[in-house]
């Protein structure tokens, strides 16, 4: 049973356009939500978080939309570069369980110069 | 910032040895860490939540006695992969969090490779 789900495996964007990353959840529980970029062989890296309360963060570049009704949230990145291209996780967790978080299967973003 | 370390992030072995990997949280206590698996092309998915001074808590379908996990420190978590078999090959990758915060912080990951 996938609670978090990222159901494009893959994406391209053209560099200085918008890159948007998707993700659907099923756990009304999750509280909050992250995302996370990863690079082969290497532990993901922590890129931005959103608590439940909110419904948008923005941190430079990148934005994450939370749309609760819909257990649906995203991520954008504007302008895309060349050097996003990585692979994308979205995270939930749940209050209370020590933070522990629930990975969806990734996003493969890849941003042509 | 948190900053997480993981040792060693390559290591090959013989299938029936048992294999070490280390986490450290460098600048920061951590009561609890995570350990996840990661093979090609998928998510990362937990396999145990370390917790020090006590016994890990395993999800469903990892088994125990085979990743022995041992948090004797508040910076100090290790997994041991116990006879190792060529199905345990992964990518392993330890988490920590800081007190307070609510985002993990992730080692680099140990690529295990059984012959």
């Known amino acids: 049973d996938q609670q978090v789900k990222q159901n494009s495996p893959s994406l391209s964007v053209q560099e200085g356009r918008i890159s948007i990353l998707n993700c659907d959840y099923t756990?009304?529980?999750?509280?909050?939500f992250l995302w996370y970029k990863k690079y082969p062989a290497e532990g993901p890296t922590f890129l931005i978080s959103?608590?439940?309360?909110?419904d948008k963060n923005e941190d430079g570049r990148f934005t994450v939309f939370l749309n609760k009704s819909a257990k649906h949230l995203s991520l954008h990145i504007v302008p895309s570069q060349p050097g996003d291209s990585a692979v994308y996780f979205c995270?939930?967790?749940?209050?209370?369980?020590?933070?522990?978080?629930?990975f969806g299967s990734g996003t493969q973003l890849t941003v042509l110069p | 910032g948190a900053v997480v370390s993981q040792h060693p992030s390559w290591v090959i072995c013989k299938s029936g040895t048992s294999v070490k990997i280390e986490c450290r949280s460098l600048?920061?206590?951590?009561?609890?860490m995570f350990w996840y698996r990661q093979f090609p092309k998928q998510s990362l998915m937990l396999m145990a939540t370390?917790?020090?001074?006590?016994?890990?808590?395993?999800e469903q379908g990892v088994e125990k006695d085979k990743f022995l996990i041992n948090h004797a420190s508040l910076t100090l978590s290790t997994l041991t992969v116990t006879s190792a078999h060529p199905e345990d090959s992964s990518f392993y990758i330890c988490?920590?969090?800081?007190?307070?915060?609510?985002?993990?912080?992730f080692g680099a990951g140990s690529r295990l490779t059984v012959l």
């Open positions: 988490s920590a969090r800081r007190t307070g915060a609510n985002v993990l912080t």
């Open positions: 756990n009304s529980m999750f509280d909050y």
């Open positions: 959103i608590s439940s309360i909110k």
């Open positions: 995270a939930a967790s749940v209050a209370g369980s020590a933070r522990q978080l629930t």
């Open positions: 600048d920061f206590q951590a009561t609890t």
């Open positions: 370390s917790n020090e001074g006590s016994k890990a808590t395993y």
